[in-house]
């Protein structure tokens, strides 16, 4: 129930409801409880009572709580007086929890876990190892163990020594400051890498439940929100347990920026001497050093920051607002990130001067706005004056920057260059193609947000300045992700922002719930529906239990909508993971070099690129890059003269693993197919190998390795010109195969043949025994 503060601020706001409140007083004093057809007020009204506490319900019916009597009366605490203008209000809001509403918020972050672990728990975590998902993660956990070997444990002055200053060193940072306080071992190293994408993804979910219900002043469309966040296969799969790339560390920065934003937005004037509006200005600050830190490219998620700015002071100019006063604390943040960006390069030399520019350059441009906004609010001058304006600053700025940055624009050039170059892979190909990409990675909730978005565009432009930071947000990353799908991530917390409040008004308008609290208030509309017991309640101030009939209903709308990405969610997550062939591939080579006593470079995996880093780092450690695979694998496929690239490699590859390519193209000659295909084994009309050991086959046989190894030369004389086969039955893990090569002799009768197989060999009337030595030295035998 509102104490008398409460309901006293309430009655000031609405006086209309006060009177309603006068019409019931009658009817409350004869009766100790009444229902809603004995009072003379209409449904939405009433409604409205409810919603504010005003009226409480006692056994299905109603009475006035002392509370509203006492603020009819006009007898309240002193705090409701006004306070003088020109002191600082230094109170705090008072916490007031909503049991149900935690409740409920709670189960939706579960679902962001459930959706995050279920699908991926079993490949992540087996046989006692953490085989984290996808190939970049191994290059971010070989440089938090090699910090952790270096420091036993978590080492503060290390942080200057992070060997990717220019990449993501805030990210590599916090996973290693995590492994240290949870035992600064490798095995923690990989457990917290495993799971702090959900941690990531929970965290997000609960700054995206804060964003939606500050926007909204809804609850049920920020439940709504982090339940479509929880099923966007675009958001999962990137934040789903074990894949520990960079993405999921950017995710919870920006949507806090964007929170503190759209706080900072619903300030006005005296916005400078609101304590909370400066703590939303601290968050910004934080929000924008974060995203500039974590990622060498974080540079183009705070591009909204600035086009909300030079938006918002165009709105203040036009509602006639003092642009410095409202703006002080947003200006106040932007400061701040300046300072710790700068400070974090100064003292551990993290990224280059371009980067750290960046926030300092935001901040400059921030206060020019201001101050030309400003200069236009006092002379009153026509909005179009701001606009003329922001048009002279940017044009002026393209001259002036490269005077405080040197080569700023030629720099800016290059990186937007390689930022937005395609190459052969997933990531750099646009969302909007012909394969339905956007289908697949957002489902109907792009279908369900657009909208909502469409009509948060409409609102901005008529002054609303929290809809602009929300539009601004999900516009900017739409651009984007059309062109890179790779910033779909960042796209899926605003679609799910605006689809979670599509949902609602669906909901409504199949009499599932009330009218979302945004668009009654647009359209004048009650925000409540009637408060029986049989019809949808508005869950802004507070949650209503659905009956049965209801949840089934709710769940099945959801289905209808959601249901893609209910589908998609454990796909697309199976194609990250790593697949059992591929780890057990590892696990068999790992255990073939150990014994075979071979050190980096002796037992380097040559394998597709995209498995590389994990093959590696399983086997020797070294997961630092994947560029030699990436360049030299293809040539499995392109060269069939075994000879010859035996000598290319011999002294960089220790072992290969081939997959199943069903679109690689390789011809029956090609090494790839004469390894896949018949393990090095002569198959008409190709010969056999003489380099190749195979050590490992699969399940099915997706997945063979084979060891590089001199191989054994045997060599004597048999019947001039004629042929010979020689065999040898192979049994390694996972298969059995005889190995098979034809010997010709020369007019003289001399013949050589090279095997990679050690056990003996039957040449027309001789036995040639070959020793492990002879093939992994290299010596003839005859």
């Given at each position: 129930m509102a104490d008398e503060r409460d309901a006293a601020e309430t009655l000031t706001e609405r006086p209309e409801l006060a009177s309603a409140l006068e019409s019931i007083r009658p009817i409350d004093d004869d009766t100790e409880t009444w229902t809603f057809e004995d009072v003379p007020i209409d449904s939405g009204t009433f409604g409205e009572l409810v919603s504010a506490d005003l009226v409480e319900k006692v056994d299905g019916e109603y009475r006035l709580p002392d509370a509203t009597r006492r603020a009819l009366d006009g007898n309240t605490d002193d705090a409701t007086d006004e306070q003088d203008g020109t002191e600082l209000d230094l109170s705090l809001p008072a916490v007031d929890v909503d049991r149900r509403a935690v409740g409920a918020l709670a189960g939706a972050l579960a679902v962001v876990v459930l959706f995050r672990t279920v699908f991926s728990y079993g490949s992540v975590f087996r046989d006692g190892a953490v085989v984290l998902s996808g190939n970049d993660p191994y290059f971010y956990r070989y440089h938090v163990e090699q910090l952790l070997a270096q420091g036993g444990g978590f080492d503060a002055a290390l942080l200057s020594e992070i060997p990717i200053p220019h990449g993501e060193p805030l990210m590599v940072a916090a996973l290693y400051w995590l492994a240290g306080l949870f035992g600064g071992t490798a095995a923690a190293a990989g457990t917290v890498m495993a799971w702090y994408p959900v941690a990531s993804a929970l965290l997000t979910g609960l700054l995206l439940y804060l964003l939606a219900v500050r926007l909204t002043d809804d609850r049920r469309v920020g439940l709504a929100a982090v339940v479509l966040l929880a099923t966007t296969p675009a958001h999962a799969i990137r934040t789903s347990l074990g894949f520990a790339d960079h993405h999921a560390f950017?995710?919870?920065?920006?949507?806090?920026?964007?929170?503190?934003?759209?706080?900072?937005?619903?300030?006005?004037?005296?916005?400078?001497?609101?304590?909370?509006?400066?703590?939303?200005?601290?968050?910004?600050?934080?929000?924008?050093?974060?995203?500039?830190?974590?990622?060498?490219?974080?540079?183009?998620l705070v591009v909204p920051v600035a086009l909300v700015v030079a938006l918002a002071v165009l709105l203040d100019v036009t509602a006639d607002r003092s642009p410095l006063l409202?703006?002080?604390?947003?200006?106040?943040?932007?400061?701040?990130?300046?300072?710790?960006?700068?400070?974090?390069?100064?003292?551990?030399?993290?990224?280059?001067?371009?980067?750290?520019?960046?926030?300092?350059?935001?901040a400059v441009g921030a206060v020019s706005v201001l101050v030309a906004g400003e200069v236009v609010h006092r002379l009153e001058l026509p909005p179009l004056t701001m606009v003329g304006a922001e048009v002279v600053g940017a044009v002026a700025a393209v001259f002036l920057v490269p005077m405080l940055v040197t080569d700023f624009w030629a720099r800016?050039?290059?990186?937007a260059d390689r930022f937005f170059a395609t190459r052969n892979i997933v990531e750099t190909q646009p969302l909007i193609s012909g394969d339905f990409t956007w289908f697949l990675l957002l489902g109907f909730v792009l279908v369900l947000a657009l909208p909502p978005l469409i009509w948060a565009s409409r609102r901005a432009a008529e002054g609303s300045k929290p809809w602009l930071v929300a539009g601004v947000y999900t516009w900017y990353f739409l651009a984007l992700a059309a062109v890179q799908v790779r910033f779909v991530g960042e796209l899926a917390a605003f679609t799910a922002l605006f689809g979670g409040l599509g949902f609602v008004w669906l909901a409504h308008w199949v009499d599932l719930a009330a009218v979302p609290r945004p668009f009654a208030d647009d359209t004048g509309a009650s925000r409540t529906a009637p408060p029986d017991d049989d019809g949808p309640t508005d869950g802004s101030t507070t949650l209503r239990l659905p009956t049965v009939r209801e949840a089934g209903l709710l769940v099945a709308l959801f289905l209808l909508v959601g249901g893609i990405g209910v589908l998609q969610t454990p796909i697309k997550t199976s194609q990250i993971t790593i697949e059992d062939g591929a780890y057990q591939s590892a696990a068999a080579v790992d255990d073939h070099a150990?014994?075979?006593?071979?050190?980096?470079?002796?037992?380097?995996?040559?394998?597709?690129?995209?498995?590389?880093?994990?093959?590696?780092?399983?086997?020797?450690?070294?997961?630092?890059?994947?560029?030699?695979?990436?360049?030299?694998?293809?040539?499995?496929?392109?060269?069939?003269?075994?000879s010859q690239w035996y000598r290319s490699h011999r002294n960089r590859v220790g072992y290969v693993v081939t997959e199943s390519a069903p679109n690689s193209n390789a011809t029956a000659r090609s090494l790839f197919a004469r390894l896949h295909d018949g393990f090095g084994s002569r198959q008409s009309p190709v010969s056999g190998l003489a380099h190749f050991r195979a050590v490992f086959a699969s399940d099915g046989g997706d997945f063979k390795a084979f060891w590089l190894v001199p191989g054994a030369t045997i060599t004597g004389t048999g019947p001039a010109n004629t042929t010979t086969t020689i065999s040898k039955s192979v049994n390694v893990?996972?298969?059995?195969?005889?190995?098979?090569?034809?010997?010709?002799?020369?007019?003289?009768?001399?013949?050589?043949?090279?095997?990679?197989y050690p056990g003996e060999y039957d040449l027309w009337t001789e036995t040639v025994s070959v020793s492990e030595r002879n093939v992994t030295v290299g010596n003839r035998v005859g």
């Amino acid at each position: 129930m509102a104490d008398e503060r409460d309901a006293a601020e309430t009655l000031t706001e609405r006086p209309e409801l006060a009177s309603a409140l006068e019409s019931i007083r009658p009817i409350d004093d004869d009766t100790e409880t009444w229902t809603f057809e004995d009072v003379p007020i209409d449904s939405g009204t009433f409604g409205e009572l409810v919603s504010a506490d005003l009226v409480e319900k006692v056994d299905g019916e109603y009475r006035l709580p002392d509370a509203t009597r006492r603020a009819l009366d006009g007898n309240t605490d002193d705090a409701t007086d006004e306070q003088d203008g020109t002191e600082l209000d230094l109170s705090l809001p008072a916490v007031d929890v909503d049991r149900r509403a935690v409740g409920a918020l709670a189960g939706a972050l579960a679902v962001v876990v459930l959706f995050r672990t279920v699908f991926s728990y079993g490949s992540v975590f087996r046989d006692g190892a953490v085989v984290l998902s996808g190939n970049d993660p191994y290059f971010y956990r070989y440089h938090v163990e090699q910090l952790l070997a270096q420091g036993g444990g978590f080492d503060a002055a290390l942080l200057s020594e992070i060997p990717i200053p220019h990449g993501e060193p805030l990210m590599v940072a916090a996973l290693y400051w995590l492994a240290g306080l949870f035992g600064g071992t490798a095995a923690a190293a990989g457990t917290v890498m495993a799971w702090y994408p959900v941690a990531s993804a929970l965290l997000t979910g609960l700054l995206l439940y804060l964003l939606a219900v500050r926007l909204t002043d809804d609850r049920r469309v920020g439940l709504a929100a982090v339940v479509l966040l929880a099923t966007t296969p675009a958001h999962a799969i990137r934040t789903s347990l074990g894949f520990a790339d960079h993405h999921a560390f950017d995710y919870p920065w920006l949507v806090l920026t964007a929170l503190a934003l759209v706080v900072l937005a619903d300030r006005d004037e005296d916005a400078y001497r609101d304590p909370r509006a400066w703590l939303a200005g601290l968050g910004l600050g934080v929000g924008v050093a974060g995203q500039i830190l974590a990622w060498d490219y974080g540079t183009a998620l705070v591009v909204p920051v600035a086009l909300v700015v030079a938006l918002a002071v165009l709105l203040d100019v036009t509602a006639d607002r003092s642009p410095l006063l409202t703006n002080a604390p947003l200006f106040g943040g932007l400061a701040v990130a300046t300072l710790a960006v700068q400070f974090v390069h100064g003292e551990v030399g993290w990224h280059t001067d371009f980067i750290v520019a960046v926030p300092l350059l935001l901040a400059v441009g921030a206060v020019s706005v201001l101050v030309a906004g400003e200069v236009v609010h006092r002379l009153e001058l026509p909005p179009l004056t701001m606009v003329g304006a922001e048009v002279v600053g940017a044009v002026a700025a393209v001259f002036l920057v490269p005077m405080l940055v040197t080569d700023f624009w030629a720099r800016a050039g290059e990186r937007a260059d390689r930022f937005f170059a395609t190459r052969n892979i997933v990531e750099t190909q646009p969302l909007i193609s012909g394969d339905f990409t956007w289908f697949l990675l957002l489902g109907f909730v792009l279908v369900l947000a657009l909208p909502p978005l469409i009509w948060a565009s409409r609102r901005a432009a008529e002054g609303s300045k929290p809809w602009l930071v929300a539009g601004v947000y999900t516009w900017y990353f739409l651009a984007l992700a059309a062109v890179q799908v790779r910033f779909v991530g960042e796209l899926a917390a605003f679609t799910a922002l605006f689809g979670g409040l599509g949902f609602v008004w669906l909901a409504h308008w199949v009499d599932l719930a009330a009218v979302p609290r945004p668009f009654a208030d647009d359209t004048g509309a009650s925000r409540t529906a009637p408060p029986d017991d049989d019809g949808p309640t508005d869950g802004s101030t507070t949650l209503r239990l659905p009956t049965v009939r209801e949840a089934g209903l709710l769940v099945a709308l959801f289905l209808l909508v959601g249901g893609i990405g209910v589908l998609q969610t454990p796909i697309k997550t199976s194609q990250i993971t790593i697949e059992d062939g591929a780890y057990q591939s590892a696990a068999a080579v790992d255990d073939h070099a150990t014994a075979a006593n071979l050190s980096y470079p002796e037992n380097y995996v040559l394998s597709e690129w995209g498995r590389n880093r994990m093959y590696n780092y399983f086997v020797n450690g070294e997961s630092r890059s994947y560029g030699y695979a990436r360049e030299q694998y293809r040539t499995l496929y392109t060269s069939g003269n075994e000879s010859q690239w035996y000598r290319s490699h011999r002294n960089r590859v220790g072992y290969v693993v081939t997959e199943s390519a069903p679109n690689s193209n390789a011809t029956a000659r090609s090494l790839f197919a004469r390894l896949h295909d018949g393990f090095g084994s002569r198959q008409s009309p190709v010969s056999g190998l003489a380099h190749f050991r195979a050590v490992f086959a699969s399940d099915g046989g997706d997945f063979k390795a084979f060891w590089l190894v001199p191989g054994a030369t045997i060599t004597g004389t048999g019947p001039a010109n004629t042929t010979t086969t020689i065999s040898k039955s192979v049994n390694v893990p996972g298969a059995s195969f005889t190995y098979e090569r034809q010997v010709r002799t020369n007019a003289a009768g001399e013949y050589a043949v090279t095997v990679p197989y050690p056990g003996e060999y039957d040449l027309w009337t001789e036995t040639v025994s070959v020793s492990e030595r002879n093939v992994t030295v290299g010596n003839r035998v005859g």
